[in-house]
């Protein structure tokens, strides 16, 4: 019997997760919520999509712009296995409370959320186990996973220490309220919160972060420093890199040196929306030292719209009790294109 799924909040990585379970030949997407009118829920129309209301008042916008709704919150939940709660920050934990935990609903929450309340972050190709018939679990953020996929691959020659900055998008390509606009805005914080949130699901990754946000909307970037106690060269990490699932190299030689034009190759490989939820990796940016120490160095771009969502599909997979890690990820691959 195919795993029923509901996807709460519509926005730039909820209506990506409905449209990767709606390709799942083992997933049937019963229904995405709506609490406004907008280009979305138009689309999520078209696309035939079941559109549930969290509130009366939403009901009402919906039906004066042409769309009836399926029904209320409620009479979603009493039809699904599992709940992908995209909704903003804070909110996802809220709703595990109110809704999920009476109705007796699995449910996924983002990167948002706060570990310590969930108790289980999730990236596939790091702790599937972990999360394993939990009953909640978090899809950490998409700097978190794009650390973490790499990193966890690249513990093959002993990774001691890791100092990484984030150099973070400043908004989304659709968010005309955020910046900066012109400004580099580092965060003051030290660490950053990457580095505590790789640790919840690589507890043995010792990691200090940094961060600042720039004017461009399309990726982030990450300047990575691991020590490593095996000497390494640049072909070996090409190699394990290549061998890395959800991990891409590209090349100067393909004419891939920047965020833009790696957004541009995903747009020509016709990837649904121009995702891009492979990490990249710059193959001339991967430099390593070994000189009575070892060091590993590299930079990647993350695309932070699209990263997270096979972790989802995944994530649901484990939660409903799907034991091998490696199928899953493999067949949730074949639906992305991603080789």
């Excluded at 679990?137 to 690249?154: D, E, F, H, I, Q």
Aim: aromatic fraction near 6%.
């Amino acid at each position: 019997m195919a795993i029923r799924v509901a996807v709460n909040g519509y926005g730039t990585i909820g209506k990506r997760v409905a449209d990767a379970v709606a390709m799942q030949k083992d997933m049937k997407l019963i229904g995405v919520t709506s609490h406004s009118y907008s280009f979305n829920t138009e689309v999520a129309k078209q696309k035939g999509y079941k559109i549930f209301t969290l509130e009366d008042g939403a009901a009402n916008e919906l039906k004066n712009n042409g769309i009836t709704p399926d029904g209320n919150f409620q009479s979603l939940l009493e039809n699904v296995d599992v709940v992908v709660d995209a909704t903003p920050r804070k909110i996802g934990k809220e709703n595990i409370d109110k809704f999920y935990k009476a109705n007796k609903i699995k449910a996924i929450v983002q990167g948002g959320e706060k570990h310590e309340a969930i108790g289980t972050s999730f990236v596939a190709q790091c702790n599937y186990n972990g999360a394993l018939n939990k009953d909640f679990a978090r899809v950490v953020s998409c700097n978190t996973t794009g650390l973490c996929r790499t990193l966890n691959a690249l513990n093959k020659f002993d990774i001691t220490s890791v100092h990484a900055t984030m150099i973070r998008r400043g908004a989304d390509p659709w968010d005309i309220y955020h910046g900066p606009i012109n400004a580099i805005v580092p965060v003051l914080e030290m660490p950053s919160h990457h580095g505590p949130d790789v640790q919840t699901v690589l507890p043995n990754c010792q990691i200090f972060t940094t961060a600042l946000s720039v004017p461009s909307t399309l990726m982030h970037l990450h300047s990575v420093i691991a020590d490593v106690r095996k000497k390494v060269n640049v072909d070996d990490v090409i190699d394990v890199l290549n061998k890395t699932t959800r991990v891409r190299v590209v090349r100067n030689a393909e004419h891939l040196r920047s965020t833009a034009e790696i957004m541009e190759f995903a747009r020509d490989l016709g990837r649904l929306r121009g995702d891009m939820p492979e990490i990249c990796v710059w193959k001339e940016a991967i430099g390593t030292v070994s000189n009575g120490y070892n060091k590993l160095l590299y930079m990647q771009a993350v695309h932070q719209e699209s990263d997270v969502v096979p972790e989802n599909v995944d994530c649901i997979r484990a939660l409903m009790g799907f034991k091998d890690g490696d199928k899953s990820i493999k067949m949730t691959n074949e639906t992305f294109g991603i080789r």
